[in-house]
């Protein structure tokens, strides 16, 4: 079963990328039909989700990859199927949802292309036991969402959310990468198995702090954590089936899933524990305190999806075995919930054409199916019984209580957050769903008063399943067990129920509620005191602050850019050679040791400095030189004078080589120069000065070079190889020719390659006369 499991992953990408050629087949159908495949990958989940046995992970080899650090070997245990049902399940009702949703939509070919990569980028992720596999489908979750969130290109709001949650969401991959890198290098190996196995633990390494942070800034700014949090509520610009598939299952719970993955070889440091604790608990309150202060129902959902991911991110920061079992439920709680809420909200918009709070009224009549489906994610999304986020929330506050070090503030920082979840939660039942005389109800758009059961299907299974599961939690007992075996690297027992007695826990429960209610109650005052610090904190203008910082450092590295970037070739090629110049320099000075060896001087040899005075008077003719013609006549004699130094010391080939390409290139340097300008000095006495000093340098430090190479040995040289290589494995007694032809033959293709489309484009051009053209004419 595991295997068809893999097989359904990699099939969804092969959907995704064949959603060109299905769509016009498909048609309207098209997203109903696609959602049949993640919907088989739920079923083959489910199989496994009862089958798999405590303290069990099954790792299935692919064979993908080409390097061995790259194999794409995928891992499914408690943890990866909890995850993996999520996204495929609620994918499948997000496809379903998008055939109606998008009906009317200009581009429905792109977003069923991107929606499915992004969704078969989420579940590789998941699975994955490679962390440099796990990294590529990190980023292309985040490609993937850049797509989808700017869908309406046409329009400022989006591009500029896209834009801003690519620059983001890429920061955190830039560090991730960094991060996989160091741990593959400190762990010699890439493979979460054999991390597992090994039994291996960054805490007390030396690079632990610098690998930590990396991780900490890729999980913040993926799962918008504070200050990174602001860039969420802008996603809302994507269509509504987006936002509810992105916040319940995909991209903003990958940072979760990093750092529940990562618990087992990272967590349980006072780092870890310091920083994800502080930063969970600040993100987990702001985010609900400023979804007081909006009316719009996307955006308020969005802000308590902030709050979801601060909670999670503390509860993993605690690092308790009660901590771990309630994030882990409370992932599944937020999930359901979530992409309910967001669904409903699409069909409400789309039978009211509108999302303001404050002109929705009494919808509970008008749309019976949509407000009751809607109605049990508010409750579970305020914690009440009897749904699945009640007991998510008990499990929250036994964690927080049953840390005594930190519960003074944890538990004031989780309470006051919750208390806010029930207020919004009642609000948003109150305006929406409840008739009242001095607020008529909505006119809906459509006549029919609810729109189609298919439709409706989504929320309504996202709400009856966390029915379901508050009241029968049992079933979530063994793949709990299964996934906190690989969180915590110990076996949990975990037994889940709806009552757990009246104890200090449901006590804090009852007092959530009611301080929820009274929140309510005073909304107005509540409301303006929010607006207030929402204005104060200038809340609504990070985005356009970001999007400001991100138009200054373009324009600032543009003056700079341009100062170096000049397009004038004369001072790069002085720039480079004076860098140069200092560096090799400096670095062959402080190497110290001998420069000369007179045991090792060979006898001068008058016909080599013959040949050497001549060469040298060519240099000097052809600097000094007004005529061209004659420059390059001496630059030839120069050439010449090179190959036949190249026959004294016994290289002939070379010597052949560079008599041939010295003749071909007079040659065409004498047709080239007919068509040039008459000669002018272009050039002042300074400049001529200067660059003859830094001709002279750079031969000066050639010269070093070659004096100083013959005593620096960093490596063993590789010419003994060679030597005995070539006529046993090459059967050529010439070592350069078996060099060029054997050892190194894709260079030397590469090289005629070149030559080739050369002297393809000199023919070319030698055959263009646009001179003889034009007399033709």
């Not at 805490?203 to 700014?221: E, K, M, P, R």
Request: with cysteine; hydrophobic share 55%.
């Amino acid at each position: 079963m595991e295997q068809l499991a893999i097989v359904l992953i990699v099939l969804i990408f092969l959907m995704g990328l064949m959603v060109p050629v299905l769509r016009p087949l498909l048609k309207n159908y098209t997203g109903r039909i696609l959602a049949l495949v993640p919907f088989a990958l739920f079923g083959a989940l489910t199989f496994l989700f009862f089958s798999l046995p405590d303290e069990t992970a099954r790792i299935v080899e692919t064979g993908f990859g080409f390097l061995p650090e790259m194999q794409f070997s995928f891992r499914i245990d408690g943890l990866s199927l909890i995850f993996g049902m999520m996204v495929s399940g609620i994918g499948g009702l997000v496809l379903g949802y998008s055939s109606f949703y998008m009906a009317k939509y200009a581009g429905k070919t792109k977003f069923y292309f991107f929606l499915i990569l992004f969704m078969g980028a989420m579940l590789g992720l998941v699975f994955a036991d490679n962390l440099l596999a796990l990294f590529i489908f990190w980023e292309l979750t985040s490609i993937t969402s850049f797509f989808l969130i700017g869908f309406d290109h046409d329009k400022d709001k989006p591009r500029q959310a896209a834009l801003q949650a690519l620059l983001i969401t890429a920061l955190g991959g830039l560090c991730l990468l960094f991060a996989v890198i160091m741990i593959g290098n400190l762990a010699g190996t890439f493979r979460l198995s054999e991390l597992y196995s090994q039994g291996f633990h960054f805490g007390a390494h030396s690079q632990y702090q610098t690998v930590f942070l990396l991780i900490f800034v890729a999980v913040a700014t993926k799962s918008a954590q504070f200050p990174f949090h602001f860039w969420l509520p802008g996603a809302m610009n994507a269509p509504t089936p987006i936002s509810a598939y992105l916040h319940s299952a995909t991209m903003v719970n990958a940072g979760i899933f990093l750092l529940l993955r990562l618990n087992p070889v990272m967590g349980g440091t006072i780092a870890w524990k310091g920083a994800l604790i502080l930063t969970g608990g600040i993100t987990m309150f702001i985010g609900a305190f400023f979804s007081l202060g909006q009316k719009d129902l996307k955006r308020i959902l969005a802000f308590t999806t902030i709050s979801a991911l601060g909670t999670m991110v503390m509860l993993i920061g605690m690092n308790t075995t009660a901590s771990i079992k309630a994030a882990l439920i409370f992932f599944i709680v937020h999930g359901l919930y979530k992409g309910g809420l967001f669904m409903v909200a699409g069909i409400i918009d789309k039978n009211t054409g509108t999302r303001d709070i404050t002109r929705l009224s009494g919808l509970l009549k008008s749309m019976p199916v949509t407000s009751i489906a809607g109605i049990l994610a508010l409750l579970s999304m305020s914690g009440l019984p009897p749904m699945l986020g009640f007991i998510g929330k008990e499990l929250i506050y036994d964690a927080k209580v049953q840390m005594p070090e930190l519960s003074w503030l944890v538990v004031p920082l989780g309470v006051a957050a919750n208390m806010m979840m029930v207020a919004i939660s009642i609000l948003v039942f109150y305006e929406i769903f409840i008739p009242r005389k001095n607020k008529p109800a909505i006119a809906l758009l459509h006549k029919e008063k609810e729109l189609p059961g298919n439709f409706l299907a989504g929320p309504v299974i996202l709400a009856l399943i966390g029915l379901g599961l508050g009241m029968a939690p049992g079933w979530l007992n063994n793949i709990l067990s299964n996934a906190m075996f690989y969180v915590q690297s110990q076996a949990v027992d975990v037994h889940l129920t709806l009552w757990h007695g009246f104890n200090q826990v449901l006590l804090l429960s009852i007092f959530t509620v009611a301080m929820g209610t009274v929140i309510f109650i005073l909304r107005r005052p509540v409301g303006k005191l929010v607006e207030i610090i929402i204005l104060w904190t200038d809340q609504y203008h990070l985005p356009e602050k970001f999007n400001n910082l991100i138009s200054n450092y373009l324009s600032f590295a543009g003056k700079h850019t341009n100062r170096i970037q000049h397009g004038y070739h004369r001072y790069y090629l002085i720039t480079f050679f004076m860098a140069t110049l200092l560096l090799i320099v400096y670095q062959l000075l402080s190497a110290g040791g001998e420069w000369f060896h007179p045991s090792e001087s060979s006898p001068v040899r008058m016909h080599v400095v013959l040949v050497l005075i001549i060469s040298a008077m060519a240099v000097l003719f052809a600097v000094f030189s007004k005529s061209r013609l004659s420059a390059i006549v001496s630059m030839g004699v120069l050439g010449y004078g090179v190959a036949v130094l190249y026959m004294f010391y016994g290289a002939v080939d070379l010597a052949i080589t560079q008599f041939l390409a010295e003749t071909i290139i007079m040659v065409i340097f004498v047709m080239v120069i007919f068509y040039l300008p008459d000669f002018a000095v272009l050039s002042s006495k300074k400049s001529r000065i200067r660059d003859a000093i830094i001709a002279l340098s750079v031969g000066a430090m050639m010269t070093m070079i070659v004096l100083k190479a013959r005593f620096i040995n960093l490596e063993e040289p590789i010419s003994q190889f060679f030597a005995e290589k070539s006529f046993l494995e090459g059967h050529g007694r010439n070592i350069v020719n078996v060099i060029l032809v054997d050892f190194r033959a894709l260079d030397t293709l590469g090289e005629i390659t070149v030559l080739a489309l050369a002297a393809a484009g000199v023919f070319t051009l030698l055959r263009f006369n646009p001179i003889k053209k034009k007399s033709e004419k």
